[in-house]
Antibody, heavy 127, light 107 residues
Framework: QLQLQESGPGLVKPSETLSLTCTVSGGSISSSFYYWAWIRQPPGKGLEWIGSIYYRGSTYYNASLESRVTISVDTSKTQFSLEVISVTAADTAVYYC???????????????????WGKGTTVTVSS | DIQMTQSPSSLSASVGDTVTLTCRAS??????LAWFQQKPGKAPESLIY???SLQSGVPSKFSGSGSGTDFTLTISSLQPEDFATYYC?????????FGGGTRVEIK
């Protein structure tokens, strides 16, 4: 059974870089059918998609965060990672990794539904 | 971006009740809609995809319907474990977007 596990520092100082890793187990990160995503949830608020990556490295990002976010993948370690630079208190949230499908329409890759989530990791931005 | 609007934002119901939650997309998304359940302190869990298809292991008390811009999630015979927050999410196109959630509370 596929499992995802987030890991990384729980406390980051303002203006520094937030770095998280999601480890995939029980299944292949190199499947052609899936993208791997990061989603976050500020305290008491709703869910916000950050971005997604394919095992070959192609990415989609939320435009509101794109200037500060990088998602990367390491298939040899069955991991994908998130970096957010220049963090502020507004980046305090529970960060989740998840898997979602992909579908093709002509030459365009479109998303499909999310089916597996990690348990989440809390990141607090504070000095 | 496609905006997802859920209503109501919260509702109170009793054990045994049937409730219907609504989700509206700002533009047509065919049936590319998913529903998630989230309990306090836990990750969201997938309930429904393709607007009406149940994820494996999800009880049939959950049902979804709709296409285009208007969607509903119905939960029949509410049990204590069903009291949670429910989110809809469109995956018709990037960026992926979620509704603001409906919190189902015990009356």
């Amino acid at each position: 059974q596929l499992q995802l596990q987030e890991s990384g520092p729980g406390l980051v100082k303002p203006s520094e870089t937030l770095s998280l890793t999601c480890t995939v187990s029980g299944g292949s990160i190199s499947s052609s059918f899936y993208y791997w995503a990061w989603i976050r949830q500020p305290p008491g608020k709703g869910l916000e998609w950050i971005g997604s990556i394919y095992y070959r490295g192609s990415t989609y990002y939320n435009a509101s965060l794109e200037s500060r976010v990088t998602i990367s993948v390491d298939t040899s370690k069955t991991q994908f990672s998130l970096e957010v630079i220049s963090v502020t208190a507004a980046d305090t949230a529970v960060y989740y990794c998840a898997r979602h499908g992909t579908r093709r329409r002509v030459a365009t890759m479109l998303p499909s539904y999310m089916d597996v989530w990690g348990k989440g990791t809390t990141v607090t931005v504070s000095s | 971006d496609i905006q997802m609007t859920q209503s109501p934002s919260s509702l109170s119901a009793s054990v045994g009740d049937t409730v219907t939650l609504t989700c509206r997309a700002s533009q047509g998304i065919s049936n590319n809609l998913a529903w998630f359940q989230q309990k306090p302190g836990k990750a969201p869990e997938s309930l429904i995809y393709a607007a009406s298809s149940l994820q494996s292991g999800v009880p049939s008390k959950f049902s979804g319907s709709g296409s285009g811009t208007d969607f509903t999630l119905t939960i029949s015979s509410l049990q204590p474990e069903d009291f949670a927050t429910y989110y809809c999410q469109q995956y018709d196109t990037y960026p992926l977007t979620f509704g603001g959630g409906t919190r189902v509370e015990i009356k």
